[in-house]
């Protein structure tokens, strides 16, 4: 018999790739040989809001070793509107042409025999620009005296924005509206806040490349993509081209987090390739990777009520989600976020309004825990106020109202496998919540919170997955899960082994590539583990059945080869199986936006704190965190202990260091000289992250995904803290030491 603790569900097992990740030896996009080919720089547009009078390449085109030069005109000349992508709105030129939308946008592109060249003629081309009434703001944007877009273009990949084609004299793409009991209900006790989260950038440390060349009439691909189905779709589109002429093929990813989702450089090379109909090789500088995409600078109004009993009666919230120029998803972003805007709480009475709002900024797009870390800030920092004006401790007020398995949530869901309350409970418990805690003297004041996070995961998707057993008892997995350094390929193999008793390590899963790998909506919203993991687990399920009705009704790992064999007659071959696993939702209600489903599963977390903070400086050091997440049943604790703490260091940025600033549409500071990230020291001084495990029914042995849970209260936990142990309440991230010293000489005047 096979080793049954061999990297089985449960069982702590390092990912297959760590020794070449952190070694650099793992080959990534930019580092596979692209032969031959004609090497791409864009020139990027130095204004905002403008129309293109004239793009002149001449001094480009005379340039030693420069092969050619393409404009938005000319590609919109041979490509017509196939040329405006995007997973909402068609509504994103891979170069841009009669106008452009933000700072930075590409508008010409030159081929040339190396990336020096290329990128010493983009500096030879002169735009003549017509200004436009630019929009730098969501106030500005909400007004209405201009528009980014004249009209709003839905595309065909969600057909629930059908409905908006056509409009016109609006920078609102997509507003979702929840209605839950009486809006006008009233309590004793109100707060209320205005919570300001900025647009930040992910900062994986792999860079964006794609490879785009065109073969016996086909196009073909090599990208650093999170999302390859939806990818192989949008060139099939662009370039009027069946499926079948269309393949994408990947790597493993160096990171990500929502950078390297949809329409990235892929149409652009895509187009390039098709009209000048060579290989081109386009790779972002780590500058232009600032200006590709952003998670979303969000505006939250919203107040909390509880009547004279301290129980929450009301929750209001009015969100506004900057998309930038270009929607991508924000649309899904707006409502996703939107219908958790309240928390997590039984709250009788919920009015949120959240909308989708372009300005002529660089596009946002999805974002590890895709715009709920932003409305947790607001939510978390409400019910944390409300606690303290009712003199109530905020680690149990919370206890108090957090929604149970069967409460039905305001957006109309009910709850299940989500602990709030085990995940709250071990992160007070962690931080040791009820001793006694030494406030400091002098210049060092201490304090502690916590905070609460939900989000759904994305619904309704679509994973496919083919298992191939070999001969030798080995097998091949094939899903475009892409692994970027979440570990996915090596749970996904646990789960093979586990059903058929393997050793997980002789489990190989193949790298997307749409010519091999089957279907899958995308790489994720930490989607892969419980949609993916369902059909792997399917797969190897089917493989067992097979096997078994081979040997005549029994099965035996050990004897996998012989039966193989002698039912094949030869050696090397090889048993196959598929399966699908889909995942369904009931759309929200017009009226309400409630919605009986509105997700196949929660993430439930919490995040406990200990700080200090120098009042001198402002500087504040976390002297404990614990971040709790419900995952339903751990593949491999040791990955999701890995994924918690990773999503909790990166929140500790999000909280006190990364902002993208922006100035008359103008990024100040896109560059890793600028803008600031934690660095080893701003480290929590222990760190410990905590799985929670409440079974889903229908999750891969009641599995369900990580990735972002850790990262929705940080913000929150730790703007707590500083209220505990100064007094002063923030509303605005980063949680600067600027802004912590204004605050205390505020409070102090």
């Given at each position: 018999?096979a080793?049954n603790?061999?990297?089985?569900?449960?069982?702590r097992?390092?990912?297959f790739?760590m020794?070449?990740?952190?070694?650099?030896?793992?080959?990534?996009?930019?580092?596979?040989?692209?032969?031959?080919?004609?090497?791409?720089a864009?020139?990027?547009?130095t204004?905002?809001?403008?129309?293109?009078r004239?793009?002149?390449?001449?001094?480009?085109?005379?340039?030693?070793?420069?092969?050619a030069v393409a404009?938005?005109?000319?590609?919109?000349?041979?490509?017509?509107?196939?040329?405006?992508?995007?997973?909402?709105?068609?509504?994103?030129?891979?170069l841009?042409?009669?106008?452009?939308?933000?700072?930075?946008?590409?508008?010409?592109?030159?081929?040339?025999?190396?990336?020096?060249?290329?990128?010493?003629?983009?500096?030879?081309?002169?735009?003549?620009?017509?200004?436009?009434?630019?929009?730098?703001?969501?106030?500005?944007?909400?007004?209405g005296?201009?528009?980014?877009h004249?009209?709003?273009?839905?595309?065909?990949?969600?057909?629930?924005?059908?409905?908006?084609r056509?409009?016109?004299?609006t920078?609102?793409?997509?507003?979702?509206?929840?209605?839950?009991?009486?809006?006008?209900?009233?309590?004793?006790?109100?707060?209320?806040?205005?919570f300001?989260?900025p647009?930040t950038?992910h900062?994986?440390?792999?860079?964006?490349?794609?490879?785009?060349w065109?073969?016996?009439?086909?196009?073909?691909?090599?990208?650093?993509?999170?999302?390859?189905?939806?990818?192989?779709?949008?060139?099939?589109?662009?370039?009027?081209?069946p499926?079948?002429?269309?393949?994408?093929?990947?790597?493993?990813l160096?990171g990500?987090?929502?950078?390297?989702?949809?329409?990235?450089?892929?149409?652009?090379?895509a187009?390039?390739?098709?009209?000048?109909?060579?290989?081109?090789?386009?790779?972002a500088?780590?500058?232009?990777?600032?200006?590709?995409?952003?998670?979303?600078?969000?505006?939250?109004?919203a107040?909390?009520?509880?009547?004279?009993?301290?129980?929450?009666?009301?929750?209001?919230?009015?969100?506004?989600y900057d998309?930038?120029?270009?929607?991508?998803?924000?649309?899904?972003?707006?409502a996703?976020?939107?219908?958790?805007?309240?928390?997590?709480?039984?709250i009788?009475?919920?009015?949120?309004?959240?909308?989708?709002?372009?300005?002529?900024?660089?596009?946002?797009?999805?974002?590890?825990?895709?715009g709920?870390?932003?409305?947790?800030?607001?939510?978390?920092?409400?019910?944390?106020?409300?606690?303290?004006?009712?003199?109530?401790?905020?680690?149990r007020?919370?206890?108090?109202?957090?929604?149970?398995?069967?409460?039905?949530?305001?957006?109309?869901?009910?709850?299940?496998?989500?602990?709030?309350?085990?995940c709250?409970?071990?992160?007070?418990e962690?931080?040791?919540?009820?001793?006694?805690l030494?406030?400091?003297?002098?210049r060092?004041?201490?304090?502690?919170?916590?905070?609460?996070?939900?989000?759904?995961?994305?619904?309704p998707?679509?994973?496919?997955?083919v298992?191939?057993l070999?001969?030798?008892?080995?097998?091949?997995?094939?899903?475009?899960?892409?692994?970027?350094?979440?570990?996915?390929?090596?749970?996904?193999?646990?789960?093979?082994a586990?059903?058929?008793?393997?050793?997980?390590?002789?489990?190989?899963?193949?790298?997307?590539?749409?010519?091999v790998?089957?279907?899958?909506?995308?790489t994720?919203?930490?989607?892969?583990?419980?949609?993916?993991?369902?059909?792997?687990?399917?797969v190897?399920?089917?493989?067992r059945?097979?096997?078994?009705?081979?040997?005549?009704g029994?099965?035996?790992?050990?004897?996998?080869?012989?039966?193989?064999?002698?039912?094949?007659?030869?050696?090397?071959?090889?048993?196959?199986?598929?399966?699908?696993?889909?995942?369904?939702?009931?759309?929200?209600?017009k009226?309400t936006?409630?919605?009986?489903?509105?997700?196949?599963?929660?993430?439930?977390?919490?995040?406990?704190v200990?700080?200090?903070?120098?009042?001198?400086?402002?500087?504040?050091?976390?002297?404990?965190?614990a971040?709790a997440?419900d995952?339903?049943?751990?593949?491999?604790p040791?990955?999701?202990?890995?994924?918690?703490t990773?999503?909790?260091?990166?929140?500790?940025?999000?909280?006190?260091?990364?902002?993208?600033?922006?100035?008359?549409?103008?990024?100040?500071?896109?560059?890793l000289?600028?803008?600031?990230?934690?660095?080893?020291?701003?480290?929590p001084?222990?760190?410990?992250?905590?799985?929670?495990?409440?079974?889903?029914?229908?999750?891969?042995?009641?599995?369900?995904?990580?990735?972002?849970?850790?990262?929705?209260?940080?913000?929150?936990?730790?703007?707590?803290?500083?209220?505990?142990?100064?007094?002063?309440?923030?509303?605005?991230?980063?949680?600067?030491?600027?802004?912590?010293?204004?605050?205390l000489d505020e409070?102090?005047?």
């Open positions: 018999m080793d603790t061999a990297g089985h569900v449960g069982d097992r390092a990912r790739d020794r070449g990740r952190v070694r650099g030896a793992l080959g990534h996009v930019a580092d596979q040989p692209a032969g031959p080919c004609a090497h791409v864009v020139h990027r547009s204004q905002p809001h403008a129309t293109i004239a793009v002149h390449v001449e001094d480009a085109l005379a340039i030693d070793g420069v092969y404009t938005g005109a000319d590609l919109y000349k041979q490509f017509g509107d196939r040329l405006l992508t995007g997973p909402a709105f068609a509504d994103q030129p891979a841009a042409y009669e106008k452009v939308r933000y700072v930075g946008e590409p508008i010409a592109a030159v081929l040339a025999a190396d990336l020096a060249t290329a990128r010493a003629a983009v500096d030879a081309i002169y735009v003549d620009y017509g200004e436009l009434d630019p929009i730098y703001d969501l106030e500005t944007a909400l007004a005296e201009s528009f980014v004249e009209e709003l273009r839905p595309s065909a990949v969600f057909g629930d924005l059908r409905h908006l056509g409009v016109r004299d920078n609102v793409n997509y507003e979702y509206n929840l209605r839950n009991g009486d809006p006008s209900a009233e309590g004793a006790h109100t707060v209320r806040g205005q300001w989260a647009p950038h900062v994986p440390i792999e860079l964006p490349c794609t490879v785009a065109v073969e016996s009439g086909r196009l073909e691909m090599l990208t650093t993509t999170q999302t390859p189905s939806y990818v192989r779709q949008t060139i099939s589109d662009l370039l009027d081209l499926l079948s002429q269309v393949r994408v093929m990947t790597r493993p160096g990500s987090f929502g950078a390297k989702m949809y329409d990235r450089l892929e149409p652009l090379a187009a390039l390739a098709w009209h000048f109909q060579r290989k081109v090789r386009i790779v500088s780590r500058e232009e990777a600032f200006l590709l995409t952003t998670r979303h600078g969000a505006a939250v109004t107040s909390l009520t509880a009547d004279e009993n301290g129980e929450l009666v009301g929750a209001n919230a009015d969100v506004a998309t930038g120029a270009y929607a991508d998803v924000g649309p899904r972003i707006t996703k976020s939107g219908m958790v805007a309240a928390g997590p709480y039984k009788a009475n919920a009015t949120v309004r959240s909308r989708c709002v372009y300005t002529n900024k660089p596009s946002a797009g999805p974002f590890r825990g895709f709920v870390p932003q409305v947790t800030w607001s939510h978390e920092t409400l019910i944390d106020e409300l606690a303290h004006e009712l003199g109530e401790d905020p680690y007020f919370r206890l108090r109202h957090l929604l149970r398995e069967g409460d039905v949530a305001p957006m109309g869901t009910k709850m299940h496998s989500a602990d709030f309350v085990g709250l409970d071990a992160v007070a962690a931080i040791d919540w009820d001793a006694p030494d406030r400091g003297t002098g060092i004041r201490r304090g502690k919170g916590v905070a609460v996070g939900v989000k759904a995961v994305l619904t998707t679509i994973a496919n997955a298992l191939q070999n001969q030798d008892a080995s097998a091949t997995l094939m899903i475009s899960t892409v692994d970027m350094g979440q570990g996915s390929d090596t749970i996904m193999a646990q789960i093979v586990d059903v058929l008793e393997l050793d997980s390590a002789r489990v190989h899963v193949v790298k997307a590539d749409t010519d790998t089957p279907y899958d909506t995308i994720a919203g930490s989607r892969s583990t419980y949609h993916t993991g369902n059909a792997v687990r399917r190897a399920e089917a493989m059945a097979k096997l078994t009705d081979l040997a005549g029994s099965y035996d790992p050990a004897g996998l080869p012989e039966l193989i064999r002698g039912h094949f007659g030869a050696r090397g071959a090889t048993v196959t199986t598929e399966a699908n696993y889909t995942s369904t939702w009931v759309p929200y209600d009226e936006g409630r919605s009986e489903k509105v997700t196949e599963h929660w993430f439930a977390g919490a995040v406990g200990k700080i200090s903070v120098d009042t001198a400086t402002g500087r504040v050091k976390i002297d404990h965190m971040v997440g995952v339903g049943k751990a593949i491999n040791m990955l999701v202990e890995q994924q918690l990773g999503a909790a260091i990166m929140g500790i940025g999000h909280a006190l260091f990364d902002q993208l600033v922006i100035d008359q549409g103008q990024l100040i500071n896109g560059t000289l600028d803008y600031q990230l934690p660095s080893i020291r701003d480290l001084g222990r760190l410990t992250p905590i799985v929670v495990e409440s079974p889903h029914d229908t999750g891969p042995f009641g599995a369900k995904g990580v990735g972002e849970t850790g990262i929705l209260g940080i913000a929150p936990a730790i703007g707590n803290a500083i209220r505990d142990a100064l007094g002063i309440r923030l509303t605005t991230l980063p949680m600067t030491p600027e802004s912590i010293i204004a605050a409070e102090d005047r």
